[in-house]
């Protein structure tokens, strides 16, 4: 008798009401209309355009919190984290407005800013500093796309900040 | 081929970045989705479940069938939410299909999701066409459940495998297994 043995898995499986609800109970697939999706295309790069305004106002806040690393020292882990949780918000929102750029700044920011153990020193400050430059630059020349030069010289420019951040640790 | 009518559908959507929010609520509703909750964060979102389950009227919603989530929140996560929706007595539906939206996208991160039992995840940076796939994705292949001591959520086995590679694989008819429909 099965019912007698001890239940080990129990699959629970329910009538698609989510189905019945989106396409009745027609057979076959539905699809969404082409319309609808090119209307939400067209909405989200509507709202695309107020990025770089919301960017830059990001932007401040990141420099509110780099200030605040430049005079107070003691509170430099806390505004580390602050840093940390914006930049990772924004690591992933610029690609789909079309700054991915922006993305990648704010991705490297995220990853230079995770807590480590030890004091947080000036130069880390200041490469903090180097991403809200380059983000401030892409969002005023409107560097969408990968930038084409300016944005590799951007990147470029990051990336020597960070490596001589690098090996400034080491020594 | 006729097109989805997402009229009737509820959306629960927590995110907590205001841009992400409205940008999401209003891409939902272009697609047509009839009703989009928005809120701030896992907390609002646990809260406002709460209120469909205890005063519907109230709310104006009877059920909530899909929850939209950011992972990173403060103060609850969409982890954190994820965990009291499928798990906690006062969950008014342990069963509802569940998006995680992120740009965390290491495996370990997935795997991490899945185990608590997310429906699907949506990567960011995100595109309209992504939403709509997964929109797509969980009206047309809903999966069914499954509890074990270890596991509750959609069962996390997709991809199918072909028949000569060895796997354990519990049948309808096997031992301990029970079924229940609804």
């Known amino acids: ?71 107070s020292p003691e509170l430099r882990r806390d505004c580390f984290e602050t840093i940390n949780h914006m930049a990772h ?16 700044f704010a991705d490297s920011l995220y990853g230079f800013t995770i807590q480590r153990p030890g004091d947080i020193s000036d130069n880390q400050i200041e490469l903090v500093k180097g991403h ?18 300016i944005g590799e010289k951007l990147s470029e420019g990051l990336s020597e900040a960070i490596k001589k951040y690098e090996l400034e640790g080491e020594g | 081929m006729s097109d989805y009518d997402f009229d009737r559908v509820n959306v629960l959507l927590a995110e907590d970045s205001q841009f992400i929010r409205s940008l999401l609520t209003n891409s939902l509703k272009v697609l047509g989705v009839g009703n989009v909750f928005p809120v701030e964060h896992g907390g609002d979102a646990i809260h406002f479940l709460n209120r469909v389950k205890n005063e519907p009227m109230k709310v104006g919603v009877q059920q909530i069938d899909i929850v939209i989530s950011n992972w990173d929140m403060h103060p609850i996560d969409g982890m954190m939410l994820l965990r009291w929706i499928r798990r906690h007595k006062d ?3 342990r069963f509802v299909p569940f998006v995680m939206i992120t740009s965390y996208t290491e495996p370990e991160r997935i795997v991490q999701a899945r185990e608590m039992g997310v429906t ?30 270890e596991f509750f959520g959609p069962d996390r086995r997709r991809q199918k495998f072909p028949p000569k590679v060895e796997r354990r694989v519990l049948t309808d008819k096997s031992e301990g297994v029970e079924i229940i429909r609804g």
């Open chain 2, 120 to 149: 699907d995840i949506l990567a960011k940076p995100f595109t309209i066409k992504n939403i709509g796939e997964k929109l797509i994705s969980i009206i047309e292949r809903p999966r069914q459940f499954v509890h074990t001591k």
């Open chain 1, 132 to 149: 809200l430059d380059a983000m401030r630059a892409v969002i005023r020349g409107r560097v969408s796309g990968n930038g084409g030069e």
């Open chain 2, 91 to 93: 969950s008014p539906d």
């Open chain 1, 89 to 104: 918000d924004m690591k992933g929102q610029g690609g789909t407005f079309g700054y991915p750029l922006i993305t990648n």
């Open chain 1, 1 to 71: 008798m099965a019912s007698n043995k001890p239940v080990i898995v129990r699959f629970y499986r329910f009538q698609n009401r989510l189905k019945e609800k989106t396409s009745g109970l027609a057979p076959g697939r539905a699809s969404i209309s082409p319309e609808a999706l090119e209307k939400a295309e067209q909405a989200l790069s509507k709202m695309s355009e107020d990025y770089p305004d919301w960017v830059s106002g990001l932007v401040v806040k990141l420099q509110e919190q780099h200030g605040r690393c430049v005079d």
